[in-house]
């Protein structure tokens, strides 16, 4: 789950003050659901190569040279902004990379929206059945199976189901991040669930799950 917000804010108040432990707890406390968003949105190809520790570490190192400037002037929560900084680092890191493969070899590898281990987290929580002892000799066609399933959901809908499950994020925070109000976001959530599960040919209602 994300940080508790009351404990973040009196971090940021502390951190206001200079208190450099407050800095870093704030920041340590924010790691591993930075690490949840940008393992759930790395292209495999880059994955293979590059460590998502270590594209979170370098996130951390910006937003604590950025953090005085949010404390004085951040106007959305947080963790949201820590996730912004995230994400424009993930469009520097694919481009680095396919920049690089292309010098080598001129091809280009197209782009995945989630890497396996991830996604199939998300499918775990959403078709359960599937996971039983008798299916982990075929968990890897299971993996792909999903991938591609969630590859084909249009952009909207695998976004909110990446943010809802991958990253654990509120329908809260989902409905100011897509610009929505929160009763639109739960219902495009919803559709987006009934959707996959159309394409895994799963049965049963997105609101059982």
Request: charge should be neutral; include cysteine; aromatic fraction near 4%.
């Amino acid at each position: 789950m994300l940080p508790n917000s009351e404990q973040t804010q009196q971090l940021l108040n502390a951190a206001r003050g200079g208190d450099s432990a407050a800095i870093n707890d704030l920041l340590e406390r924010h790691r591993d659901s930075l690490r949840r968003m940008v393992q759930a949105r790395l292209d495999r190809a880059v994955a293979g190569r590059v460590d998502a520790s270590d594209v979170v570490q370098d996130v951390l190192l910006e937003a604590h040279g950025r953090l005085s400037d949010f404390i004085q002037n951040g106007s959305m929560p947080f963790h949201l902004w820590l996730r912004h900084l995230a994400k424009d680092r993930m469009i520097d890191v694919h481009r680095r990379h396919h920049a690089q493969r292309r010098s080598v070899d001129r091809e280009q590898h197209a782009p995945q929206s989630a890497d396996v281990s991830s996604a199939f987290d998300l499918f775990a929580q959403i078709s359960a059945q599937e996971l039983t002892p008798a299916a982990a000799s075929i968990r890897k066609e299971i993996e792909v199976r999903f991938l591609g399933a969630l590859e084909q959901l249009d952009e909207t809908d695998r976004e909110i189901l990446l943010m809802r499950h991958c990253e654990q994020l509120g329908n809260s925070e989902v409905a100011e991040l897509l610009g929505l109000s929160q009763p639109a976001a739960g219902m495009r959530y919803l559709r987006a669930l009934r959707r996959l599960r159309s394409v895994l040919g799963i049965e049963g209602s997105a609101s059982g799950i």
